[in-house]
């Protein structure tokens, strides 16, 4: 019903920046991005409503910023100052629902479709 396709990931050195893209077939009220690490729980990067309210999980506020284009159905990650733990897959994704704003969202249970990731890896 809705696919999403991740792109923009790759290897950079500590303290580089990376962008990721987001391409979805379809409009969807809440985009969010998560990552996984091998052997790690997948954890929420970042979240935007459709009024373009945002939500960060806090090792990375200050660091990434979360965007939208909405005329292009495309979700972004600017990834700014990066760290060796920043180092996971990330992924895409989305919900027909707005997003949830207390402590309780970014959470994998409230999105319904997801992207296949793109690989980043922050080498110190």
């Known amino acids: 019903q809705v696919q999403l396709a991740e792109s923009g990931g790759g290897s950079v050195q500590a303290g580089g920046s990376l962008r990721l893209s987001c391409a979805a077939s379809?409009?969807?009220?809440?985009m969010s991005w998560f990552r996984q690490a091998p052997g790690k729980v997948r954890e929420g990067v970042a979240q935007i409503d459709s009024d373009g309210s945002t939500m960060y999980t806090d090792s990375v506020k200050g660091r990434f910023t979360i965007s939208q284009d909405n005329a292009k159905r495309t979700l972004y990650l600017q990834m700014n100052s990066l760290k060796p733990e920043d180092t996971a897959m990330y992924y895409c994704a989305g919900s027909l629902a707005s997003c949830v704003r207390s402590r309780w969202g970014l959470h994998p249970s409230y999105f319904n479709y997801w992207g296949q990731g793109t690989k980043v890896t922050v080498s110190s």
């Open positions: 379809r409009y969807t009220y809440c």
